[in-house]
Each structure stands twice: as structure tokens, then as C-alpha cells.
């Protein structure tokens, strides 16, 4: 997995892991020179011959007979360039504890922080309190598993090539995945973490899920018990617009969906069989060998953006190059990297096809996957109408690393039982309500009788936002994290307090900045929604509404304000007001108009007295008056 905020390394980085099954296989992403870092596939720590993996017995990847199953279909939330990745709910437990879980294909364990860890991070979550879970159990050590000092429990440990890691205990319990899912919960081993390293210690998600190859992944684990067939599915959101869904299980394929092989020999990482790219209709020169090299053209939903080989990468920077020269080039906006941007295009994601050339995956099979500006392109945070490529050079390795960016909008199709990976162009942000309102994709038909294994475990809703009936809540306050200068931000703060209001729907009235502070290039700023108009308090249904979206990570806001992170949220009582505080106003306003009537009434009495005194003046005996002319008789 990878994600945006990982340091760059300016060393070559390699590691090298040995799994039971396969003890030749190597892993190792280098990272060279001053381009985006790409984030080395998952790599397995474990002392010389005793790594081993938890007692599950291998399934058979072809069945001759197709089973009915049900699927598990969750929603995915954050995005990709903000967040850097994307996470969706599982809730772990009795009662059930919920986790906001990063989605990744490149990594084979799905662990959360345990509430005996000493160096875990602040994350979105509370820790996992096993004792609280009445169906919790350790996995015992065994022949099959890496063991404690004490020989009590097994244990995991991972390392990522970005220098973060994970280590802790191996637990089982009951996985709920929603109750908007097919699939009842079920029992799943996973890690209860007790160390986290570098950016795993950073981040905002709990932990991750992993959907790799091997024996304690989640998808493994719930095909070998025969709840679901040996498939998943993937759907990001498009540029600007985030979230998505993910199917654990089987669903009915378009047909016009896009396929092309995945060899689970080659490598324990979902490759696909890439041999072209083309750039405005005309094929890159290259040998389709350049894609073959290492362990071949990688897909991997925890890596943010793509990554080619060398040579690769120059052909295609030069022809994206050719087709625009109509643009700037400017620079990126981090000084620290050296990306490729240009500006004078369309700031609507819509008409960007008008301006940046279409582009082209060809596969061995003859089939082409049509890629959007959106999927080789990310805006730049400080340019209005600008943007830069997502796609870097991979160093010196001969990888293919095609991470997110590459499948926005894109729904991906995981086929490991006919060892195959589908693309169908459509958008992601809908396409969860296609699957669960109207079907449009339906589960793969019955053709046979099989069993459900969870008929015995009664179902773990996932809790859901409740509030007192009879709280009337005053305000609601969040503080968010932007990596952006504040002095670049400053000028704008009206405009994000209107996207703010936008994506909560609300009135831009009602958000208020409460407090700010500037931390190196980054800002941090306290905002409160407040009731509207003439309103004393939110209503609960606005809260809830509110609340959720907040909680969820379901706020985005535009690129040109950076990446940011929710760091909280909270919820404040109306507070009763004194007597006096709430006829301030109006004990005011009295005293004013009496004021005013009584000033005016003695400034009518003082001119009404002047003009009497100047009739009635009174004038000595001996004063001198202007001689009378007398009338005629």
C-alpha cells in the first residue's frame, strides 16, 4: 500500500521476505531520485525459517461447480489525493466496536490499534478493547504461526518500504460488515496492534484491511470458509468527488467490461498483462517487455498515484508534452518534488477531455481501458485551472506500480477465481446506490446448493448516530488540519467556509471560524455550525445529518486548499440564558426609546421657552425705538 503523505527516500530501499509458500519471492520498490515516492508493496518481517502462516488449509482456486453466495457490499469513504487513501467501516466484536479501515490490495492482514498498545497513534477510532468483546479469542501459538516470548499467542509483524510499520497479537472475533450487506458477520482472524510506526502512527484511518493474497486476508478467509466466491470489487470516486463502494464476493460483469489476465504465480501482487500505452492514439515507443519487468505491471488500490519504469515514464511525460503545447508549464506545488504541471486548462473536470489527450492501456488479450484526464492527472492545490501528472518514474525498478489515481471512476473487478481483472468506466459516486437500490449488478446466479457458515451467529449491527430527544444542541464545532500556508489561505477563508456550508448543507451563515493558527506551511482552524436564522438550536435530524458527514470524512472541499484532516468534533448543548441575557435587547432598546422621547420632549420645551422670552423681552424706559409712521385717519 501507499499513500500521498510518505517521506521521500532518496536511498535505494529493499527488502526481501520469505512466506512458506513461496520462499524465492522478493519484494522491493525502489525509490530513487526527487520524484513522488512510490510505496513499496507489503513486506512480511520475520526471522530466518520460522515464518509461517496462520493454520488455514489452501482452497482451490477453480471449482467446477459454482455455489450460491451472498456478498458484502460496503461503501468507501475519503479520497484518494486528500486523504491519500480510501477507507471503508468494519465493525469488530460483541458488541460490535467500528473501525474506519484503509483499503489495500497490496497488504494481506487487517489489523486496528488494541487497547493495550503504548505507541499507537490518535486516530479516527477509539483502540479495540477485546475485553469488551464477548466473542474474542486470542489465537493460541502453534506450529503455524510466529509466537510470542511467552510461546502464549501468535503474532505479526509488518514493515513498509516507507519506513512505518506494523506489530501486535493475532485475535479472532466476529466481522460485521454493515448493515446494508448481504453477508452476515462472521469469525475472522485479524491483528490487534501494539506498535505502529512512521506514517501508520500519523494517519487519521485505524488501520488497514488488507484484500492481498494469503492466508490471513479477509477475502481468503471468508472464501475458505464458502460465504463468498473468490472475488471483490472496487469503484473510486472521480476528481473531486471521492468515496465509492467495494463488493467483497461475486457480481455479475457488464458487458462491455474490459479484461485482461492476472497470473497469481507470477507474483503474490494482482498483476495485469500490460503491453501498450498509447498517448492521443499513437502507441508509445517501447518494447512490451518494458511493462514485464520485476514483477510486472502491479495493480494496487493502497498506492496513490502510478509508477513506470524508467524508460517507460520518459516516453510517456514526452508525448503528453507534445500534445500540450498550448499550456504553461509551471511548477508544482511542492517545492520539494519535481512535478509536471501546466496551466491555462479548464478548471471543470468535465471539459478537461478538451484539453489533455485521451489515453490508452492495450493488454495481451487485444483489449484497450480508456483512461481520462482524471486517471493520469491530479489538480495543483495552489494554481487555479491547473494541473499535474500523476504519474512518476518508479526510480530504478523495472515495476509497473499502477496505484489509485489510474482507476478513479473505474469500477475493478478482482476475478482471483478465474485469475482475471475487469475494468468498467462508470461513475463511482452512484454506483453504490445502482447496486443497492436498482441491482443493476446483481450476485452471480445459484447453479448449486451450498451452505451459509454464519447461520449461526446472530447479526452485530453497526451502531448508528442517536441523540437524546430532548437535547437541544446550541452548536457544533470541528477542528480540521489544511496543508496549505495560512497566509495563502486567508484570502479565501470565505470561500471555504461556503464549501464547508456546501457539503454540509447548510446556510454559509451558519459556519463561523472560530479560532485559527499557522503551523509552518500547514494551518489549522476551528469552525462551529451554528442554528440558523432566527433559530435557538439545531434540530436533531439537521445534527444527525451534520454529524455523520463529519464523522463519516464525507466533507470535501477543493484542491486549491490543500489536503486536509478532520482531527474532530464535537457537540454542544444549548446554554441556558439568564433573565437578563435574554431581554438584553429589549431592556436596551426601551431604555433608547425613552431616551430619545425624553430628549425630545425637552428640546420642544426649550425652543417653545426661547420663542416666549423673545416676544416678551423686556426694554428700558429710555431705549431708542424706530419711529412709527402713522396711518392716515
Given at each position: ?8 527516500l ?23 531520485g ?19 502462516s496462520?493454520?488455514?488449509s ?93 510461546r ?45 510506526t ?7 484511518a ?8 494469503g492466508?490471513?486476508?479477509v477475502?481468503?478467509?471468508l ?14 470516486g ?27 504465480v ?80 479548464p ?13 490508452e ?5 487485444g ?7 482524471e ?9 487555479h485551472?491547473?494541473?499535474c ?13 499502477l ?60 451502531p ?22 495560512y ?21 454559509t451563515?451558519?459556519v ?19 442554528p ?23 466533507v ?20 441556558k ?12 432598546l ?44
Open positions: 500500500m501507499a499513500r500521498a503523505s510518505i517521506p521521500l532518496t536511498t535505494i530501499v529493499a527488502f526481501v521476505y520469505v512466506i512458506q509458500s513461496n520462499p524465492s519471492t522478493s519484494t522491493a520498490t525502489i525509490l530513487h526527487r520524484t513522488r515516492p512510490a510505496m513499496v508493496l507489503p513486506l512480511y518481517l520475520s526471522q530466518p525459517n520460522i515464518s509461517r496462520i493454520s488455514i489452501r482452497r482451490h482456486l477453480q471449482r467446477s461447480h459454482p455455489i450460491s453466495h451472498p456478498n458484502a457490499r460496503m461503501r468507501l469513504y475519503d479520497d484518494l489525493l486528500l486523504n491519500g487513501y480510501y477507507t471503508t467501516r468494519l465493525w469488530i466484536g460483541t458488541p460490535p466496536q467500528t473501525f474506519a479501515l484503509i483499503v489495500d490490495t497490496g497488504s494481506t492482514v487487517t489489523y486496528v490499534p488494541c487497547a493495550t498498545c503504548e505507541h499507537c497513534g490518535d486516530h479516527q477510532d477509539p483502540k479495540f478493547e477485546p475485553d469488551l468483546s464477548s466473542t474474542y479469542q486470542p489465537v493460541k501459538c502453534n506450529l503455524d504461526c510466529n509466537c510470542d516470548r511467552e502464549a499467542q501468535c503474532v505479526y509483524e509488518r514493515k513498509y518500504a516507507e519506513m512505518s510499520s506494523s506489530s501486535g497479537v493475532l485475535g479472532e472475533d466476529i466481522i460485521s460488515f454493515g448493515n446494508e450487506s448481504d453477508l452476515k458477520p462472521q469469525r475472522a482472524v485479524f491483528g490487534c496492534e501494539n506498535v505502529e512512521g506514517d501508520l502512527y500519523s494517519q487519521h485505524d488501520g488497514i484491511i488488507g484484500l492481498g493474497r492466508d490471513l486476508s477475502v481468503d478467509q472464501v475458505e470458509k464458502g460465504v463468498i466466491s473468490d472475488s471483490f470489487s472496487l469503484c473510486y472521480g476528481m473531486d468527488v471521492g468515496g465509492g463502494a467495494m463488493v467483497l464476493g461475486g457480481i455479475s460483469p457488464p458487458k462491455d467490461m474490459v479484461f485482461t489476465h492476472s497470473d497469481p507470477r507474483s503474490p501482487y494482482y498483476n495485469i498483462d500490460l503491453k501498450v500505452i498509447h498517448v492521443a492514439g499513437k502507441p508509445l515507443p517501447l518494447n512490451p517487455k518494458v511493462f514485464d519487468g520485476k514483477h510486472g505491471t502491479v495493480l494496487d488500490s493502497g498506492t496513490t498515484y502510478a509508477y513506470l519504469p524508467e524508460a517507460a515514464f520518459l516516453a510517456f511525460k514526452d508525448a503528453i508534452m507534445s500534445e500540450l503545447q498550448s499550456l504553461k508549464q509551471i511548477r508544482g506545488p511542492d517545492p520539494n518534488y519535481n512535478d509536471i504541471c501546466f496551466s491555462g486548462a478548471s471543470d473536470v468535465s471539459q478537461l477531455s478538451d484539453t489533455f489527450p485521451a489515453v492501456m492495450a493488454f495481451g488479450n483489449q484497450k481501458l480508456l483512461l481520462s484526464p486517471n493520469y492527472l491530479f489538480r495543483h492545490s495552489k494554481v485551472g491547473a494541473y501528472l500523476g504519474i512518476f518514474q518508479n526510480g530504478r525498478d523495472p515495476t509497473t506500480l496505484g489509485g489515481i489510474i482507476v478513479r471512476n473505474t469500477l475493478v473487478m478482482y476475478d482471483r477465481e478465474h485469475s482475471k481483472i475487469g475494468f468498467w468506466k462508470t461513475n463511482c459516486s452512484e454506483l453504490w446506490e445502482r447496486l443497492h437500490i436498482t441491482g443493476a449488478l446483481s450476485p452471480i446466479p445459484p447453479s448449486s446448493e451450498g451452505k451459509n457458515s454464519s447461520t449461526d451467529l446472530s447479526p452485530s449491527e453497526p448508528n448516530y442517536v441523540l437524546p430527544g430532548d437535547l437541544q444542541i446550541g452548536r457544533i464545532t470541528f477542528d480540521m488540519f489544511l496543508s496549505i500556508n497566509s495563502d489561505l486567508r484570502p479565501h477563508i470565505p470561500e471555504l467556509a461556503d464549501s464547508i456550508a456546501q457539503e454540509l448543507d447548510v446556510n451563515s451558519q463561523h471560524l472560530l479560532n485559527f493558527m499557522s503551523k509552518g506551511n500547514n494551518s489549522f482552524i476551528a469552525w462551529a455550525v451554528f440558523s436564522g432566527s433559530a435557538n438550536y439545531i434540530s436533531n435530524a439537521t445534527a444527525l445529518r451534520i454529524i455523520s458527514r463529519l464523522a463519516e470524512h464525507r470535501h472541499i477543493p484542491d486549491t486548499f490543500g489536503n486536509y484532516k478532520l482531527l474532530q468534533w464535537n457537540i454542544e448543548p444549548q446554554v440564558r439568564t433573565w437578563w441575557q435574554e431581554h438584553f435587547l429589549m431592556v436596551v426601551a431604555i433608547t426609546i425613552m431616551m430619545v422621547v425624553g430628549l425630545s420632549v425637552f428640546g420642544i420645551l426649550f425652543i417653545l421657552r426661547r420663542r416666549h422670552q423673545s416676544v416678551n423681552s423686556y426694554k428700558p424706559v429710555d431705549a431708542a425705538l424706530p419711529e412709527q409712521e402713522l396711518q392716515p385717519l
